[in-house]
């Protein structure tokens, strides 16, 4: 069973951040940019103390009849980020993402971030272990020896 950590080495390196006072058309620029679908808020310190998403934006923005550049990350972002550690397994990330109907996880070490990861990765590795072990199967199907094999066939024509 994959851990984050381990999700998190196979994962391009860094971890996209914004500040509670960042205007929220300089964090839409920057998700942009980037190509993801959130930013983690985060203090001085890289202490998480929110998350922000694509669905932030539009929901939260829309309703409060604000523009982007009127509008800081504080007022619309999630202040309460559902955090993992790196010893979290991804089975368990994707419990806890569906649950929650969420699709990103910050991932804090001692506090401070060191990771995100979203739906996409979860499923990635999931899907990625899964191949792995039908392939170990099959393999173990393949390398059954031909007295088994045929002690096998022999049980079922004889049920026939």
Known sequence: MASVRDLLRKKEKGVWTTTPDMLVS??????VERNVGALVVTDDERKV???????DLVRKLLRRKKTPEQTRIEEIMSSKALCVTPEYTVD??????????????????HE?????VSVRDVVRTIV???????????DYIMACPPHLKSEQTMVVSEVA
Not at 26 to 31: E, F, G, I, R, T
Not at 49 to 55: A, K
Not at 112 to 116: C, K, T, W
């Open 26 to 31: 300089d964090a839409v620029q920057l998700m």
């Open 49 to 55: 103390i929110g998350i922000v998403t694509e669905r």
């Open 92 to 109: 368990a990330c994707m419990s806890l993402m569906n649950d929650n109907q969420i699709r990103h996880l910050p991932v804090v070490e």
């Open 112 to 116: 401070r971030l060191v990771g995100i």
């Open 128 to 138: 990625s272990e899964q191949e792995f072990m039908i392939m170990q199967l099959e």
